[in-house]
T-cell receptor, first 115, second 113 residues
Framework: GESVGLHLPTLSVQEGDNSIINCAYSNSASDYFIWYKQESGKGPQFIIDIRSNMDKRQGQRVTVLLNKTVKHLSLQIAATQPGDSAVYFCAHGGNYGGSQGNLIFGKGTKLSVKP | GAGVSQSPRYKVTKRGQDVALRCDPISGHVSLYWYRQALGQGPEFLTYFNYEAQQDKSGLPNDRFSAERPEGSISTLTIQRTEQRDSAMYRC???????????FGEGSRLTVL
């Protein structure tokens, strides 16, 4: 069945260091993956996405890597800042003729940035 | 509006009562989604609409849950005969198109006593 999970529930990093958050998925047919950031008391906020025809995608200070062989997804945050402290979720997009609405979320990793 | 708006932000009700949660999506967004999020967990898909058409309701837990979006804008999620296990944060999201990025609201926290 489809499931998305995370290797590490918590991650603590020093300000300025790079952060890596990992995620595993079980459905080899998955073709769309997204990372969300959720700050306390707020809704999830889109960070970056990647489709299965790619293995790397970069945004502003963030990079998503997809390894389809081992069904693994990671989010790299460069020069982590205190404002990056949040819970990070990976999610797999469902397939409804292109709709990404049925997202299957993992449990989340809490990132804490130490000043 | 500037973002997805949900109301009420907090709802406390007694077991057996019906509740209605409202979502006002970002203006012009075609697709609207309902999710439920337990504390410490990721959101769980419930249902979604394109315009006024409910495209998928496979995530609704049982027939006490229903949703509508009659004019293709505001949506209401209704839970009948609430039970304690229904207590959760209910989140709405919208997207400009069916394949677009989802923007989540701040949620409606439901507590069933």
């Amino acid at each position: 069945g489809e499931s998305v999970g995370l290797h590490l529930p918590t991650l603590s990093v020093q300000e300025g260091d790079n952060s890596i958050i990992n995620c595993a998925y079980s459905n080899s047919a998955s073709d769309y993956f997204i990372w969300y950031k959720q700050e306390s008391g707020k809704g999830p906020q889109f960070i970056i996405d990647i489709r299965s025809n790619m293995d790397k995608r970069q945004g502003q200070r963030v990079t998503v890597l997809l390894n389809k062989t081992v069904k693994h997804l990671s989010l790299q945050i460069a020069a982590t800042q205190p404002g990056d402290s949040a819970v990070y979720f990976c999610a797999h997009g469902g397939n409804y003729g292109g709709s990404q609405g049925n997202l299957i979320f993992g449990k989340g990793t809490k990132l804490s940035v130490k000043p | 509006g500037a973002g997805v708006s949900q109301s009420p932000r907090y709802k406390v009700t007694k077991r057996g009562q019906d509740v209605a949660l409202r979502c006002d999506p970002i203006s012009g967004h075609v697709s609207l989604y309902w999710y439920r999020q337990a504390l410490g967990q990721g959101p769980e898909f419930l249902t979604y609409f394109n315009y006024e058409a409910q495209q998928d309701k496979s995530g609704l837990p049982n027939d006490r849950f229903s949703a509508e979006r009659p004019e293709g804008s505001i949506s209401t999620l209704t839970i009948q005969r609430t039970e304690q296990r229904d207590s959760a944060m209910y989140r709405c999201a919208s997207s400009y198109s069916a394949s677009g990025e989802l923007f989540f609201g701040e949620g409606s926290r439901l507590t069933v006593l």
